[in-house]
């Protein structure tokens, strides 16, 4: 079974690269079944899906966020990280590392497996 | 990008109730809707995929239908355990975007 954990500083000041790691253990981060995604939650509000990492290398970012954010998996340390530059207050929130699976029946994928999220406060 | 519209945002229930989410996309998004419980202190979890499909491991209390623009979430006989927050997420198109969220609280 797959566990997700996400790590990194817990505070960050504004103007600073927001970095986190998703260490990913019980299985290998590159597959033809799933990719992986980062998703964040600032408090008192709902998800954000900030953008995901393929086993191609190819990414997709939430376009409010594409200017500042980079994904990238690390297969000899079985990690995907997340970098978010030029750090803001706006940033605060729990980040989630997910599994997005692809299921072929239904043409369609989900974020089937999560980490607990790391929560990072910029200030 | 899609909106996802989530009613109610909030709602009381005791265990026992059948409890009903809906979600309405501000486009049609065929049935590419999931749905996720989240509960403070735990990592999310994926209930129903692709708006009807039941996730492995998932109580078969939870069930999802819609297609288009109009998705339901209904949770059967609520047990203790069901107590959380819960949003739709449309895998349409990018950015995948998500609902506001339903929180389900007890009466």
């Known amino acids: 079974q797959m566990q997700l954990q996400e790590s990194g500083p817990r505070l960050v000041k504004p103007s600073e690269t927001l970095s986190l790691i998703c260490s990913v253990s019980?299985?290998?981060?590159?597959?033809?079944?799933?990719?992986w995604a980062w998703i964040r939650q600032p408090p008192g509000k709902g998800l954000e899906w900030i953008g995901s990492?393929?086993?191609?290398?190819?990414?997709h970012f939430n376009p409010s966020l594409m200017s500042r954010v980079a994904i990238s998996a690390d297969t000899s340390r079985n990690q995907v990280s997340l970098k978010l530059t030029s750090a803001t207050a706006a940033d605060t929130a729990l980040y989630y590392c997910a599994r997005l699976a692809w299921i072929v029946r239904d043409m369609a994928d989900a974020f089937d497996m999560w980490g607990l999220g790391t929560k990072v406060i910029v200030s | 990008d899609i909106q996802m519209t989530q009613s109610p945002s909030s709602l009381s229930a005791l265990v026992g109730d059948r409890v009903t989410i809906t979600c309405r996309a501000s486009q049609s998004i065929d049935t590419y809707i999931n749905w996720y419980q989240l509960k403070p202190g735990t990592a999310p979890r994926l209930l129903i995929y692709a708006a009807s499909n039941l996730h492995s491991g998932v109580p078969s209390r939870f069930s999802g239908t819609g297609s288009g623009t109009d998705f339901t979430l209904i949770i059967n006989r609520l047990e203790p355990e069901d107590f959380a927050t819960y949003f739709c997420q449309q895998s349409y198109t990018i950015p995948r975007t998500f609902g506001q969220g339903t929180r389900v609280e007890v009466k």
């Open positions: 019980g299985g290998p981060i590159i597959s033809n079944s799933y990719s």
């Open positions: 990492v393929y086993q191609s290398g190819t990414t």
